[in-house]
């Protein structure tokens, strides 16, 4: 499907979401992506996916539908209808929390001293192994051993993200990774 029609459904996406659940039109245009669509004839729907929870909206012409259930999976709690029912406002104190995370990691200690040892487990780094585990893996045993050995920097890092969680504190660890690996690695023209 050609990028303009796929502007077009999200614009509709957009209004009908505002009208039916009032969903912030700029949480929709950030948070879902085009996935496809399904069904047949009248049945046909597109479908649009979440990119943090991977909770789902079908559009049938102008109507949108929440896939509250998933298979098993359920999806689309009240958590998250109201996340995307945050002002503008929220939606920026929310960036500027996240930015503000992101440059305390790249500043700790704690990532300081491990970052080569992080950034070598991603395939497109100069320092990569093959047969590495993956860097998430690589992280989550990191943070792991350091929170038996009661590393100070670990102590540090966790309290000021306000979690022991180590799927969390991983995940918040690896963005600089990303964030230098998207820099160093040019982008086709």
């Given amino acids: 499907m050609s990028p303009a029609?796929?502007?077009?459904l999200m614009?509709?996406?957009?209004?009908?979401?505002?009208r039916q659940f009032r969903f912030n039109p700029r949480r929709i245009a950030q948070?879902?992506?085009y996935k496809g669509t399904e069904g047949l004839g009248n049945n046909l729907v597109h479908v649009f996916k979440d990119i943090h929870t991977h909770s789902l909206i079908e559009l049938k012409g102008s109507m949108a539908y929440l896939r509250e259930l998933h298979g098993d999976t359920p999806h689309w709690d009240e958590a998250e209808k109201m996340r995307y029912c945050h002002s503008d406002a929220e939606i920026d104190a929310?960036?500027?929390a996240k930015q503000a995370e992101l440059e305390f990691t790249q500043n700790s200690a704690l990532y300081q001293d491990h970052?080569?040892?992080l950034l070598s487990h991603y395939k497109d780094w100069p320092s990569y192994q093959e047969g590495k585990p993956s860097a998430r893996d690589a992280a989550r045993v990191l943070i792991s051993t350091l929170t038996?050995?009661?590393?100070?920097?670990l102590s540090e890092f966790s309290a000021y993200m306000k979690s022991s969680d180590v799927e969390h504190l991983s995940?918040?660890?690896?963005?600089?990774?990303?964030?230098?690996?998207?820099a160093r690695v040019p982008k086709p023209a």
């Fill in 11 to 18: 614009d509709t996406l957009k209004l009908a979401c505002s």
């Fill in 171 to 182: 995940h918040l660890l690896l963005a600089p990774c990303h964030i230098e690996r998207e």
């Fill in 148 to 153: 038996d050995a009661k590393d100070p920097r």
């Fill in 94 to 96: 929310e960036i500027a």
């Fill in 31 to 33: 948070d879902m992506r």
């Fill in 115 to 117: 970052r080569e040892q």
């Fill in 5 to 8: 029609k796929i502007n077009a």
